[in-house]
């Protein structure tokens, strides 16, 4: 019996500890980055479809996290928007927690940099982009950022960072300064040739990631597209989200 009741309350000390500790899990919580820019509405960047099609999935809502940050802000400015955005959600799990993260259009460019900025690499397991904008673009700024008197309103100076440029220098500086972290994350990118905004239309693809191209899938249809999610799945995920 004495050894019983030390079992039971050893059994009890951990548990309460992990309490303390953080909300423990061994899935990886989702995080999810909207894209945005160029003063496009709200229904535009909404990554609600995109939460929708991983509980579709059979992956648990409690774990997805979508962010909000203001896409005509610069990045400086959106860095500090998502801080305790990110701690918060991700403060609620145990310290050796690791998280995927999406992002769509601009918002896989922003998950990265913010990520960097924040010092959360490391807790990064994958990077994936659907549609995503992460080297650079060279086609003209995106809706009301290509009208002078109205850029400063609707457009930072990430738009300035990544527009006219397939090697943008905010990105290349974060995989070169953080190469052992970058190396480690797994990263993946699906993109479509019929995208009909980006051009690139690959530009979230990472040489050391797995790409994958679906034809006649457009732009928005990224946050929603069952085939898109469904192949993601399988190709990003091996199958388990």
Sequence with gaps: ?????????LSLLFSVSGLFAGESTEISPKILFHGGGGGAPK???????????????GFPKEHIFKVNYPAQKNISDIVA?????????????????????????LGHAVSLVTMARLGLLSKVR???GIAGVMFGQLGEKPGLCRLTFLASRYCGDIFD??????????IED???????????????????PDDGRLVPFDSG????????????VKHLQFKS????????KQECFGGEL
């Design 225 to 232: 597209s069952s085939q898109v999610f469904d192949t993601m």
């Design 81 to 105: 928007v998502l801080e305790p955005q990110l701690k918060g959600f991700m403060g609620r799990y145990s310290s050796d927690t690791e998280f995927d993260v999406v992002g769509h259009s």
């Design 174 to 192: 974060i995989i070169e300064k953080n190469p052992e972290e970058m190396e480690r994350i797994q990263k993946c990118s699906l993109f479509s």
């Design 205 to 216: 693809a990472f040489q050391d990631g797995i790409n994958i191209s679906l034809p006649n």
């Design 126 to 128: 994958k990077l994936i």
């Design 161 to 170: 960072l990544l527009i006219g440029t397939t090697r943008p220098l905010l």
């Design 43 to 57: 229904w535009a960047t909404d990554m609600s479809s995109a939460a929708d099609q991983l509980k579709r999935l």
């Design 1 to 9: 019996m004495g050894f019983f009741l030390k079992f039971l309350a």
